[in-house]
DNA sequence: TCTGGGGTCCTAGGACCC
DNA sequence: TCTGGGGTCCTAGGACCC
């Protein structure tokens, strides 16, 4: 039996959610974004009292806008002083991840109530199997849809699109073709006409660096590349990504809906509200640098992992990136041993530039659980009749050094 | 008035082992 | 004396996604 996968989007996602809370801001271009102070005032009367997005100041992005901003060419990822430039009056409200996760459970919640095989894809989307729901097929996937819509709004008041075609790849494309609140079904039959007039950079995993170098040599929409010489594909972009981009343009997916994952790292970074010298401005660096280590301890030790691999993150006042990791003999959650690791990370860089970003990852992941505290030398003999067992260090509490 | 924070995956070279 | 491959781990950078 063919497949049959669907994509499902929330419509603007944060902004809808907001919009719930401050119903009197629909209908207005409202940016969410920056620092915690753009949180609203209420007056005494009950009603609120909105900061717009001129009076923003700050090195903040905009990480989702209402479509009435949108209308102003005002779209997430652009730096929130261009954004004020564009829509001075747009409202600013700050980001509430709390809220959007309680949201982006019950939305969940509502599709694995008709259809339980779901990928997670962040916060606001997921893929769906519909292949084994009853029904889905013969002509039914469209009733499908609109239960799953019916669902969503009705658990979470919020819009979402959805795609439902044979894979992956085709859904995501056509969840977007009809957005807000779109429902679209398309078969492989339908590629030519649907899917090959649409700019390349619209498949997921064609960026910007591949667009522009599609571009550069005469490659705009997807049936461009689909009329594309495989081979020459091949010669511009090597043997796995320009054989994917030929299945890709031509609607072909195989891949799976993975329903589970572990997390491969987890980390911690930060812009500065200046960039940094790593010499003149150094207690301020340290104090920042210290303090990502304990964030990155109290993730770990709060999602259960321990690493094995710490690295840092640096971005350069001219946004060069540089990286560096340590391998450690044994895993760890301890702050202290973490910050010892990311220092020694630090001292392999050149810090000559000024810094704008510095950041903390732990990497090579364990389970707590999979994982047992050093032993005592009385102790190992025991343990060696039993599984072999990877060690870690347990955190440390009782100094402050 | 440039450009956040949290992730995944891929490539590629060198070390090291068999 | 010269010359092999293959496999895994570690590290650095980069593209891409939400």
Known sequence: MARLIAHIDMDAFY??????????LRGRAVVIGGGRD??????????????SLRAYVGRGVV???????????????????KSAALAPDAILLPVDFDEYRKYSRLFKAAVREIAPVIEDRGIDEIYVDLSDVPAAHDDAGRAIGSALKAAVRERTGLTCSIGITPN???????????????????GQGDVPARIWPLAARKVNGIGPKAAAKLSSLG??????IAGADPAFLLAHFGRSFGAWLHEASHGRDERP???????????RETTFDRDLHAVRDRAELGAIFTELCEQLAGD?????????????KLRFDDFRIATRDLTLPAHTLDAREIRRAAGSCLKRVDLG????????????????????????????????AHEPIREYSLPLFDDAS
Do not use: C, W
């Open 353 to 384: 530039r000024r810094l704008r970003l510095i950041g903390v990852r732990a990497g090579a992941l364990a389970r707590l659980a999979d994982l047992v505290a050093p032993l005592a030398p009385n102790e190992s003999e025991a343990a060696a």
């Open 15 to 24: 902004a809808s959610v907001e919009l719930l809370r401050y119903p009197e």
């Open 168 to 186: 992956k790849l085709l859904s995501k494309l056509a969840s977007e073709l009809d957005k807000p609140d779109g429902l679209t079904l398309l």
């Open 38 to 51: 753009s949180q609203p005032k209420k007056r005494a009367d009950g009603s609120h009292d909105f900061r």
């Open 257 to 267: 809906v993975v329903t589970s994952s572990e997390p491969k790292s987890i980390s």
């Open 219 to 224: 490659i705009e929409t997807i049936g461009d």
């Open 300 to 312: 770990l030790a709060r999602k259960s992992y321990a690493a094995r691999t710490i690295g840092i």
């Open 63 to 81: 990480t989702t806008s209402t479509y009435e901003a949108r209308k102003l060419g005002v779209f997430s990822a652009m730096g929130m002083m």
